[in-house]
């Protein structure tokens, strides 16, 4: 599907009053060419699992300027490299990362956006934090310098019945709306993937992240 398909699908879904929602575009496992051909349609922003691929393709397509999401799971010796290569940090769910990131991110560089991931449906497979945990992370993080508190990030439980995804969407909604109320600077809550991106955004996603629906089968 091109990218102009999905952003009208993405407007369709925000209806005429609705907010801007931003496209993530997922390029973890895309070649780096793949990602050249989706800068070149006006697509800024892309995320990546893998800290050492996503490094490879920042060295290869430096010259685009893109914007560099980190949307996979953070291991602590990885902090580094996320904090002086990557514009955002969509994952972060412990307390031990932020001293991490903040320590290792560059003076010259903008303060790391960071989201906190949230394990919405308590899946054990699932990285991030419990809804309870939230306020805790979101203290650290707002009190780091170099870091800036954006918003929450979530992957729900894949479910064939949207009733149950858009139950998951809207209590992570919920949770970000009573961030909000303790830090009203935060303005992004990333939920819905390729499959269910439309239901996300009706439930209040600000952000969707698809991947195969742009890019076609992983490489």
Known sequence: MTLEAIRARIATA????????????????????????????????????????????????????LEWHLIGPLQSNKCREVAQ?????????????????????????PPLNVLIQVNIDDEASKSGCMPEQVAELAGLVAQAPRLVLRGLMAIPAPAADHARRAAAFRRMRALFDALRARHPGIDTLSMGMSDDFELAITCGATE????????GPRG
């Open 14 to 65: 925000e209806g005429p009053a609705g907010p801007a929602t931003t496209l993530l575009a997922v390029s973890k496992t895309q070649s780096a060419s793949a990602v050249r051909a989706l800068a070149a349609c006006g697509q800024r922003q892309f995320g990546e699992n893998y800290v050492q691929e996503a490094l490879a393709k920042q060295r290869e397509l430096a010259d685009l300027g």
């Open 85 to 109: 290569h990557f514009d955002w940090l969509e994952s972060l769910d412990r307390v031990k990362l932020v001293a991490l990131l903040d320590a290792a991110r560059p003076p010259a560089r």
């Open 208 to 215: 969707v992240r698809v991947g195969s629906a742009l890019f």
